[in-house]
């Protein structure tokens, strides 16, 4: 059976580690989850769901993020049932998270704009105080950039050299596949 349930969202609060009695690390939170589809407006309805995480990643959730961070959880669906204090039985349904990653750009203490080479980069104040470096975007070198850059401009003039990490072309095989496959 599948039980798998991603989500990417904010956290309606800043989370809070707390510990079991037999010292097991857990924490549990909220976050806003916007829906896919927009209605007639173009606004989207937004889902506020519970989370749980426990041990590590309850550790990590509770030192890595707070309120408003963005963050892609990776979890599965849990039902338990309780009594209210009417003594009423009920339902709660929580996500238990398995894995958590960070989303969107780093927050800083300062709030200061992030340059993270989208469409809508901060205003020319702010990148002049910033090192440019090659190495922004994933670029090796300043020329990759510069060639990246013009691409837009030109397309089709770009030229891409073919590299490996380790090896050469000649660890690579060719299967005739009008035999049997190998496998």
């Not at 707070?66 to 339902?91: A, F, L, P, W």
């Not at 090192?131 to 090796?140: I, K, L």
Request: proline share 5%; with cysteine.
């Amino acid at each position: 059976m599948l039980n798998s349930c991603n989500f990417q969202g904010r956290l309606a609060a800043d989370p809070e580690l707390r510990t079991t009695q037999s010292g097991i690390s857990v924490t549990s939170f909220r976050m806003a989850v916007d829906r896919s589809k927009a209605d007639e407006d173009g606004n989207r309805q937004v889902d506020w769901l519970s989370f749980t995480a426990w041990r590590n990643t309850a550790e990590f959730i509770c030192k890595y993020f707070s309120k408003g961070s963005q963050m892609v959880v990776e979890s599965h669906c849990q039902t338990r049932k309780y009594q209210d204090k009417n003594g009423e039985d009920r339902i709660a349904t929580e996500f238990i998270v398995d894995k958590a990653h960070f989303c969107g750009p780093k927050q800083s203490s300062r709030q200061e704009p992030v340059d993270d080479g989208g469409t809508n980069p901060p205003s020319s104040t702010y990148r002049s105080q910033q090192p440019q470096q090659p190495q922004q975007m994933g670029f090796s070198t300043q020329s990759q950039r510069q060639q990246w850059q013009g691409a837009a401009d030109h397309p089709g003039n770009v030229q891409v050299s073919q590299s490996f990490s380790q090896g050469s072309d000649d660890d690579f095989s060719v299967l005739d596949d009008a035999d049997d496959l190998p496998f």
